[in-house]
């Protein structure tokens, strides 16, 4: 009856804990925290509409070349760069947090897919780490280009292999490619500039600036239209490499892929289970999320301004959108930095803006595809150049020279071996790198030791610490503090630590401030905690009282003073032993018997009252905080 009465009980409180918890997670404001959507429509006008129209419109002509460029980059049919364009412009206008962003493919992720189709393990990503991949990749990928840019065909696994290859089939470079490639960097390279350029034509009138600007910012639409019309109507179809056919029509909505099989180079045949590809390349599924995520959250905190960019929003519209994009066949996607400057500087108001560009690619493929064919290689390759070469971040070295020299490491490990080697391993030997750092400074905490002595004179020593207590600072902080009680406090003077800057203690590190109270209290030496955050008392509080130490703590400037005159003068009461005894000297020197006394204490405190007179005197030369005065620092790396 009884366990029948609990079981009784419990389903009738399990729809109770439901309904609370469904009452929590979908309060009016978690909803519209989760779909942002139901904050901007209901305030959403005729002006914004027009806005993002113009927006989607401008970003849309500049992402169906840059698809298809990006398709070529990930060395997939060119139809698959724009079956990446569309998903993430549509799910992003409901779970999307910042209106500048436009997803879809992207030079870097293009990069990785192709990485990963060849197969590599890595792990992930730090500040300087970050800046020398993508200067690494930007070069990669015009590296991927030179074959395009030159009319050359040759087989290329990375920078060095393409430096190589270019240099062994030199006199093989196709004439007319090369003067296309060459033509396009330079139009592509003006009009860049052509706003900045022609600045004063601008200033003297609105529309005629707006005009230019249109015109900047179509460029890759302008070059690549302007070469397709052209050798379309030259109709030669050897007279430069072109993309050729492009499957029309939108991709067919299926699940992914779970097997495949096929053909490799040489003929022979292969077919891939789901198990075997997630064992070749299990990596992908940490790498490709966290690389994008990188990418995308960095433009959102570029466009945040003073506001606060929510990174779990983002990651789900990430996500979203990816995994939308598999039953489309679309490649990874993110975030893309060029089109949301673009996005920008046309004047969104919305994510709505995605409605028109998502809808402007689907028409491209469903009637445009035919029109494609006759798009020069070498424009697509010098549109892709372009682009990225001015994600080549060199400008970051001067002020990580200037700040902290150390940084340099990293980024010089992460772009050399990125460059010369490979991204996977390039990015691998960054991380590993800025992680030892990151353990080095965890271990390595910044102690100062000061001598201090409070109003009535008594001397001290006093300890710093400017960071949180965890395992890998321990044997550091119990070295230093074991040196600073024995070396400069004589074994007999207390020692306090300043707490102030210890934010939390992990067990281990609880454990050695635990064995330095044995150590201390063992030589009778005063160890003393001041300004311990009360989180780290109840830490150290249940390991003491299991090990059964005493520890002695306090908050307090004049708590700290009285515990230092306390135990002083109790030191001094228990030190100072009388020891009565008889001198008998001649009968000519003295007939009477001569009683002396002597107080034997330990040395360093039988000097303490000729040390507190020396000290008062000094004391006003020492800087003062409240009643207890500081002393000269101690340099704990010269002794």
Not at 129 to 147: E, P
Not at 150 to 169: P, S
Not at 338 to 345: E, F, G, H, I, P
Request: hydrophobic letters at 45%; glycine letters at 8%.
């Amino acid at each position: 009856m009884i366990n029948g009465s609990r079981h009784d009980e419990n389903e009738k409180n399990a729809p109770g804990c439901f309904k609370a918890w469904s009452n929590r997670a979908f309060t009016k404001k978690n909803v519209a925290r989760k779909f942002p959507v139901l904050e901007w429509l209901p305030k959403y006008t005729v002006g914004k509409a027009i806005s993002d129209l113009i927006a989607g419109l401008t970003v849309g002509l500049t992402l169906i070349p840059q698809g298809l460029a990006m398709a070529a980059v990930a060395q997939l049919p060119p139809q698959y760069g724009l079956y990446s364009a569309f998903i993430g412009c549509f799910v992003y206008i409901v779970v999307g947090s910042t209106k500048e962003i436009t997803i879809g493919p992207t030079a870097v992720m293009a990069i990785i897919t192709l990485s990963y189709i060849n197969g590599f393990i890595v792990n992930f990503i730090s500040s300087p780490v970050t800046s020398g991949f993508t200067s690494a990749a930007a070069l990669t990928i015009c590296s991927t280009q030179i074959q395009s840019l030159l009319g050359l065909k040759f087989r290329a696994d990375g920078f060095l292999d393409v430096v190589r290859g270019t240099i062994e089939h030199f006199n093989e470079i196709r004439l007319n490619d090369a003067m296309v490639s060459l033509v396009c960097c330079i139009v592509l390279l003006f009009l860049r500039k052509l706003q900045a350029s022609c600045k004063c034509m601008g200033s003297l009138h609105p529309a005629i600036d707006k005009f230019l600007w249109l015109i900047a910012t179509s460029r890759s639409v302008i070059v690549i239209l302007t070469c397709t019309v052209v050798f379309a109507m030259i109709g030669q179809n050897d007279l430069v490499a072109f993309v050729g056919d492009v499957v029309p029509g939108l991709p067919p909505f299926q699940l992914p892929p779970f097997t495949m099989s096929g053909n490799n180079t040489d003929g022979t045949p292969y077919h891939y289970t789901l198990i075997s590809m997630l064992k070749d390349d299990v990596s992908a599924l940490i790498v490709l999320p966290l690389l994008a995520l990188m990418e995308h959250i960095s433009i959102a905190k570029a466009y945040a301004g003073s506001g606060r960019v929510d990174a779990s929003q983002e990651m789900i519209s990430i996500g979203l959108s990816n995994i939308g994009g598999a039953f489309f066949s679309s490649m990874p996607i993110t975030g893309a930095f060029s089109r949301t400057v673009v996005n920008k500087s046309s004047g969104v108001e919305s994510p709505m803006g995605g409605i028109v560009t998502g809808v402007l690619v689907i028409v491209s493929l469903q009637f445009l595809t035919p029109y494609f064919y006759y798009i020069p290689k070498a424009s697509l390759a010098s549109v892709i150049c372009c682009a990225v070469i001015f994600t080549v971040d060199f400008e970051i070295i001067y002020p990580m020279w200037k700040s902290k020299k150390m940084d340099l490491l990293p980024w010089f490990a992460t772009f050399s071996i990125s460059l010369l080697v490979g991204l996977e391993i390039g990015v691998l030997i960054g991380f590993l790198i800025s992680i030892i750092f990151l353990l080095y400074y965890a271990a390595r905490p910044g102690v100062t030791v000061n001598r201090g002595q409070t109003t009535n004179g008594y001397q001290f020593i006093l300890i710093d610490m400017d960071r949180s207590m965890t395992f890998a600072a321990t044997e550091y902080a119990r070295y230093v503090i074991m040196k600073s009680g024995t070396k400069w406090g004589k074994d007999t003077m207390p020692v306090v630590i300043d707490c102030h800057f210890i934010q939390f203690a992990d067990y281990t590190s609880a454990q050695g401030i635990r064995d330095l109270f044995k150590m201390f209290n063992e030589k009778k030496q005063d160890l003393i905690l001041w300004r311990l955050k009360p989180s780290v008392v109840r830490i150290l509080t249940s390991i003491m009282e299991l090990g059964g130490v005493p520890f002695k703590h306090c908050y307090t400037e004049e708590q700290l003073e009285n515990i230092l005159e306390d135990s002083l003068k109790e030191r001094e009461k228990r030190s100072s032993i009388k020891i009565t005894f008889t001198v008998s000297g001649d009968e000519e020197e003295d007939s009477s018997s001569t009683n002396s006394t002597v107080d034997v204490e330990n040395p360093p405190i039988n000097q303490e009252d000729e040390l507190r007179r020396n000290n008062n005197a000094a004391s006003s030369k020492n800087s003062n905080l409240g009643s207890i005065n500081y002393g000269a620092e101690i340099d704990i790396s010269k002794e």
